[in-house]
């Protein structure tokens, strides 16, 4: 009996978090948004509370990685002086790093290349260490590569420092 009346509360609770008012609104953020409401609601009424948070959790976390992973390469050639300026926008994390990479070793190898921070806005240790590496065997096979580090560091440091406590 006791099991049948927490099964009871459960339930209720469950069917009380899916506010349909709540969920129109939330539909204005995208349907994104609106599926873990709802998938987490649903999992709260059919496994447990602690399941239903947890599911609802983890599906927020995967939606801000893919939130985050945006990458986006720009390669641009000129003919005439045979420089190549790489420019990057958005995040250079772990998750983009194959793209990552595969970009830089479609560029050619002669020629001088430039590569560009300008519109990135986060990198992590992983696409330092690649581009460290690309950098490395360019120049080994005689190419001409300029790399702007202090901005990468700066970048870096300045989006991976923790605050001091006081």
Not at 2 to 25: E, H, M, S, W
Not at 58 to 86: C, G
């Amino acid at each position: 009996m006791p099991t049948a009346c927490l099964a009871a509360i459960l339930v209720y609770t469950g069917v009380k978090l899916l506010n349909v008012g709540a969920l129109r609104n939330l539909h204005r953020y995208g349907t994104a948004v609106m599926a873990v409401a709802i998938i987490t609601t649903v999992m709260i009424v059919v496994s447990s509370l602690l399941t239903g948070i947890v599911v609802g959790l983890v599906l927020s976390l995967l939606q801000l990685l893919h939130a985050i992973s945006k990458l986006k390469v720009r390669v641009n050639k000129d003919p005439v002086s045979d420089r190549i300026d790489v420019l990057f926008e958005g995040s250079a994390i772990f998750v983009n790093l194959p793209r990552f990479i595969d970009t830089l070793d479609e560029i050619p190898e002669t020629g001088e290349v430039h590569v560009h921070i300008r519109g990135l806005n986060y990198i992590d240790h992983a696409a330092i260490e690649a581009l460290q590496n690309w950098e490395t065997v360019r120049v080994s096979r005689g190419a001409q590569v300029y790399v702007a580090w202090d901005e990468f560091m700066n970048l870096y440091q300045s989006t991976n420092t923790v605050p001091a406590l006081r």
